[in-house]
């Protein structure tokens, strides 16, 4: 599944979607043509964009169910126009930014989905920070790419969260999922190697779901990552051995 397909994929029945930083406007068209929702606010930070949008718009014949706005973030997006709050294809301190901005805004969206392009941990962050619930954390893989999506809820309100490093890391979700699927399986010896290579041998055993699957190349993506920075900071070094503890501790 490829990364605009799962963004679709992920976004629930509603009346009015706000997709901010909305460019081509492919997810809106997408999800107005299946009748996922009625309306549409598309917003840009820039003008260039924005006409693409409207352009694409009219060409698609949804003029009448949608409405641009020239703003960042969510400056100039009244809350009560949307129920369902899309941000994606930005980087994650881009999005973790508008978040904290539009922080009072945030409560009148049943479901918020982030796709950060980089620096997700900083997502996580402020996604904690302004007690969102995690409700789940998604992987599309495109040229072998991976491209992490976050479905949050503002309504639980959870202050008690706070995430571990290791959490803030990979992912609160992903490592939930992972603990849960690998679980399952029979014992497999080319897992006794290490754990990088345990990963790899994981994001391709067909007994798991594609959805999995993606997740534990996220996984092995940020590991490798990790792997590199771990030379130069002890930070990273205590990341490595704090998910090889974890990992290890699934078998
Ligand atoms: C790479 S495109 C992503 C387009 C689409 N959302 C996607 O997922 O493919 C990023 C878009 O976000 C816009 N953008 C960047 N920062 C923004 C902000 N603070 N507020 C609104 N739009 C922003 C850019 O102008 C650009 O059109």
Redesign the pocket.
Known sequence: MD??TL?TACIPPCRRLI??????A??PISILNRGICEQVLI????R??IEVARRRIEEAGLSDVCRFVL???LDDVAPEEGDVL?????GGE?IA??LERGYHKLSRFYRLIF?P?TRDYLLRNAIDRLSLTFLDERVAVENRRPYLVMICDSSIGDPGMQLSPLQREFGPKILERVEETIQVIPHIPELNVNVRTALEVLSAFELFDLQNRARLVYLLSKYEKITRRARFHLRDQALLNAFDEWFLSLF
Request: glycine content about 16%; charged content about 15%; aromatic content about 0%.
């Open positions: 990364r605009l963004i997709d901010v930083g909305s460019d081509h492919t997810v917003t840009d930070v820039h260039g964009p703003t960042d973030g899309l941000i994606s294809g930005l881009n930014g508008i796709q392009q």
